[in-house]
């Protein structure tokens, strides 16, 4: 089982950026991929990005590429996501979740708590 702890939400003004991070433990963390998703309020949860085990393959939603980008330090345990350009549109509460296994498509099967984008028009 992989323990998550996400961080870094926050307010922000339309076309400003933030920067995610999730903390993993519990499984060796080169050993899976590791994605974000986020669910607004009243909607389904929907996939942003992922990224495979070693850092070289990712993986974006249409809704956010060329704005977000997905990184990983195997080193420190860690998954990064960049938001550039934010949008209001962009406001949910973000989830980073740990893959099955170590390619990008692996369905994911840990889930961290949550923390809150909120973008401001």
């Known amino acids: 089982q992989v323990q998550l702890v996400e961080s870094g939400g926050g307010l922000v003004q339309a076309g400003g950026s933030l920067r995610l991070s999730c903390a993993a433990s519990g499984r060796t963390f080169s050993s899976y991929a590791m994605g974000w998703f986020r669910q607004a309020p009243g909607k389904e949860r929907e996939f942003v990005a992922a990224?495979?085990?070693?850092?070289?393959?990712?993986n974006y939603a249409d809704s956010v590429k060329g704005r977000f980008t997905i990184a990983r330090d195997n080193a420190k345990n860690t998954v990064y996501l960049q938001m550039n350009s934010l949008r209001p549109e962009d406001t949910a509460v973000y989830y980073c979740?740990?893959?099955?296994?170590?390619?990008?498509?692996?369905?994911?099967?840990?889930w961290g708590q949550g923390t809150q984008v909120t973008v401001s028009s």
């Open positions: 990224i495979n085990w070693s850092g070289g393959v990712t």
């Open positions: 979740a740990a893959g099955k296994a170590r390619s990008v498509s692996s369905a994911f099967g840990s």
